[in-house]
T-cell receptor
Framework: DTEVTQTPKHLVMGMTNKKSLKCEQH?????MYWYKQKAKKPPELMFV???????INESVPSRFSPECPNSSLLNLHLHALQPEDSALYLC????????????FGPGTRLLVL | RKEVEQDPGPFNVPEGATVAFNCTYS??????FFWYRQDCRKEPKLLMS???SGNEDGRFTAQLNRASQYISLLIRDSKLSDSATYLC?????FGSGTKLNVKP
């Protein structure tokens, strides 16, 4: 199983809503990542988890809150988002941070109204 | 912060052509790099990793030039299905991507 799954595929939310994005992998990978990708731009790193601990936070606003409940799951909790947060949110995993070969999930396309 | 830079293209080439993309990086300590392809509205998919010895997989060849701090991707005998955006990555930082259009 070389798949990273993400739910939901699409999400529309208002600026006062609270929602969560979910990412799951069963490859035994110990590093997981959140990226944000705007149209016609490359993915931008948001967070890195290594062995279920947050190791990198790329100065992401606190309205984005990551959580790694176990080695297979990664969540991104969203609260009080702005319309400019609308983007494709990609989750990725790799065996460890050092190896870096990342496998991406299909992403959640988020629209904030 | 521009860790990695790429020519955005687009590169418009006929089927069967050979095309090469370069990607320059700023961190001289970087050890490994990756090329991904990304189709419209899809996630990036790993194409090749690039270490000091380069890498070849069928029609695709990736090279690393440490002296000039760039990596390259060469695609031989281009197919219509190669049309995509090609992204290079250096330790979680992606270049802006190079768009390739292969025409019949």
């Amino acid at each position: 199983d070389t798949e990273v799954t993400q739910t939901p595929k699409h999400l529309v939310m208002g600026m006062t809503n609270k929602k969560s994005l979910k990412c799951e992998q069963h490859m035994g990978h110990r590093a997981m990542y959140w990226y944000k990708q705007k149209a016609k731009k490359p993915p931008e790193l948001m967070f890195v988890y290594s062995y279920e601990k947050l190791s990198i936070n790329e100065s992401v606003p606190s309205r984005f809150s990551p959580e790694c409940p176990n080695s297979s799951l990664l969540n991104l909790h969203l609260h009080a988002l702005q319309p400019e947060d609308s983007a494709l949110y990609l989750c990725a995993s790799s065996q460890e941070r050092v190896t870096q070969t990342q496998y991406f999930g299909p992403g959640t396309r988020l629209l904030v109204l | 912060r521009k860790e990695v830079e790429q020519d955005p293209g687009p590169f418009n080439v006929p089927e069967g052509a050979t095309v090469a993309f370069n990607c320059t990086y700023s961190n001289s300590a970087s050890q490994s790099f990756f090329w991904y392809r990304q189709d419209c509205r899809k996630e990036p998919k790993l194409l090749m990793s690039v270490y000091s010895s380069g890498n070849e997989d069928g029609r695709f060849t990736a090279q690393l030039n440490r002296a000039s701090q760039y990596i390259s991707l060469l695609i031989r005998d281009s197919k219509l299905s190669d049309s995509a955006t090609y992204l290079c990555e250096d330790k979680f930082y992606f270049g802006s991507g190079t768009k390739l259009n292969v025409k019949p």
